[in-house]
Nanobody, 126 residues
Framework: HVQLVESGGGLVQTGGSLGLSCAAS????????MGWFRHAPGKEREFVAL?????DYADSVRGRFTVTRDDAKNTVHLQMNSVKPEDTAVYYC??????????????????????WGQGTQVTVSS
Protein backbone atom coordinates (compact mmCIF):
# COMPACT_ATOMS: atom_id res chain seq x y z
CA HIS A 1 0.00 0.00 0.00
CA VAL A 2 1.03 3.61 -0.44
CA GLN A 3 2.93 5.33 2.35
CA LEU A 4 4.21 8.87 2.66
CA VAL A 5 6.40 9.48 5.67
CA GLU A 6 7.52 12.98 6.61
CA SER A 7 10.54 13.73 8.75
CA GLY A 8 12.64 16.68 9.82
CA GLY A 9 10.18 18.79 11.75
CA GLY A 10 11.06 20.45 15.02
CA LEU A 11 11.70 23.73 16.77
CA VAL A 12 13.60 26.51 15.00
CA GLN A 13 14.22 30.15 15.78
CA THR A 14 12.92 32.98 13.65
CA GLY A 15 15.25 33.53 10.74
CA GLY A 16 16.62 30.02 10.93
CA SER A 17 16.40 27.08 8.54
CA LEU A 18 14.82 23.66 8.60
CA GLY A 19 14.57 20.87 6.07
CA LEU A 20 11.63 18.50 5.74
CA SER A 21 11.74 15.23 3.85
CA CYS A 22 9.03 12.92 2.62
CA ALA A 23 9.73 9.33 1.66
CA ALA A 24 7.19 7.65 -0.59
CA SER A 25 6.59 3.96 -1.17
CA UNK A 26 4.01 1.81 -2.93
CA UNK A 27 3.45 4.09 -5.90
CA UNK A 28 5.00 4.97 -9.25
CA UNK A 29 6.57 8.07 -7.80
CA UNK A 30 7.51 9.79 -11.05
CA UNK A 31 3.84 9.72 -12.16
CA UNK A 32 2.86 11.82 -9.17
CA UNK A 33 2.97 15.48 -8.48
CA MET A 34 4.18 16.05 -4.92
CA GLY A 35 2.81 18.80 -2.79
CA TRP A 36 3.49 20.28 0.61
CA PHE A 37 0.67 21.71 2.67
CA ARG A 38 0.49 23.03 6.20
CA HIS A 39 -2.17 23.28 8.85
CA ALA A 40 -1.97 25.76 11.69
CA PRO A 41 -4.40 25.80 14.63
CA GLY A 42 -7.57 27.68 13.82
CA LYS A 43 -6.77 27.85 10.12
CA GLU A 44 -7.58 25.77 7.09
CA ARG A 45 -4.98 23.53 5.50
CA GLU A 46 -3.06 25.68 3.07
CA PHE A 47 -0.88 25.07 0.06
CA VAL A 48 2.86 25.58 0.46
CA ALA A 49 4.66 24.15 -2.59
CA LEU A 50 4.39 21.58 -5.33
CA UNK A 51 6.72 19.89 -7.77
CA UNK A 52 6.80 17.56 -10.68
CA UNK A 53 8.48 18.79 -13.84
CA UNK A 54 8.30 22.30 -12.47
CA UNK A 55 7.66 23.94 -9.14
CA ASP A 56 5.23 26.39 -7.66
CA TYR A 57 4.95 28.11 -4.31
CA ALA A 58 2.50 29.97 -2.15
CA ASP A 59 3.19 33.68 -2.15
CA SER A 60 3.83 33.54 1.60
CA VAL A 61 6.84 31.24 1.17
CA ARG A 62 8.14 32.12 -2.28
CA GLY A 63 11.81 33.07 -2.11
CA ARG A 64 12.24 31.44 1.31
CA PHE A 65 11.24 27.81 0.73
CA THR A 66 12.57 25.45 -1.94
CA VAL A 67 11.01 22.16 -2.96
CA THR A 68 13.05 19.43 -4.66
CA ARG A 69 12.50 15.79 -5.50
CA ASP A 70 14.63 12.75 -6.20
CA ASP A 71 12.73 10.29 -8.35
CA ALA A 72 15.47 7.68 -7.96
CA LYS A 73 14.98 7.69 -4.20
CA ASN A 74 11.22 8.42 -4.16
CA THR A 75 11.73 11.41 -1.93
CA VAL A 76 10.70 15.03 -1.86
CA HIS A 77 12.37 17.71 0.24
CA LEU A 78 11.22 21.10 1.46
CA GLN A 79 14.01 23.45 2.49
CA MET A 80 12.70 26.20 4.69
CA ASN A 81 14.89 29.28 5.11
CA SER A 82 14.32 32.60 6.86
CA VAL A 83 11.45 31.05 8.76
CA LYS A 84 8.88 33.20 10.53
CA PRO A 85 6.56 32.51 13.47
CA GLU A 86 3.66 32.36 11.02
CA ASP A 87 5.30 29.30 9.43
CA THR A 88 4.42 27.34 12.56
CA ALA A 89 2.14 24.48 11.54
CA VAL A 90 1.91 20.78 10.91
CA TYR A 91 3.42 20.16 7.49
CA TYR A 92 2.08 17.42 5.25
CA CYS A 93 3.39 16.00 2.03
CA UNK A 94 0.89 14.70 -0.48
CA UNK A 95 0.97 12.79 -3.76
CA UNK A 96 -1.38 13.59 -6.60
CA UNK A 97 -1.54 11.58 -9.81
CA UNK A 98 -0.85 13.94 -12.68
CA UNK A 99 -4.12 13.92 -14.59
CA UNK A 100 -4.07 15.58 -17.99
CA UNK A 101 -7.51 17.11 -17.55
CA UNK A 102 -6.61 18.72 -14.24
CA UNK A 103 -4.97 22.11 -14.45
CA UNK A 104 -1.59 22.54 -12.77
CA UNK A 105 -3.04 25.25 -10.52
CA UNK A 106 -5.65 22.80 -9.26
CA UNK A 107 -2.90 20.97 -7.42
CA UNK A 108 -2.77 23.85 -4.99
CA UNK A 109 -6.04 22.44 -3.65
CA UNK A 110 -5.84 19.55 -1.17
CA UNK A 111 -8.79 17.67 -2.69
CA UNK A 112 -6.81 16.92 -5.85
CA UNK A 113 -4.30 14.76 -3.98
CA UNK A 114 -4.60 11.00 -3.66
CA UNK A 115 -2.32 10.23 -0.73
CA TRP A 116 -1.16 12.06 2.38
CA GLY A 117 1.50 11.66 4.98
CA GLN A 118 0.87 11.81 8.70
CA GLY A 119 2.40 15.26 9.08
CA THR A 120 5.34 16.70 10.96
CA GLN A 121 5.23 19.63 13.38
CA VAL A 122 7.27 22.74 12.68
CA THR A 123 7.42 25.37 15.41
CA VAL A 124 9.14 28.70 14.86
CA SER A 125 10.00 30.57 18.03
CA SER A 126 10.05 34.36 18.05
Amino acid sequence: HVQLVESGGGLVQTGGSLGLSCAASGLAFSDYLMGWFRHAPGKEREFVALIRSRTDYADSVRGRFTVTRDDAKNTVHLQMNSVKPEDTAVYYCAAGFRRRYVAWSSYMVPSNYDYWGQGTQVTVSS
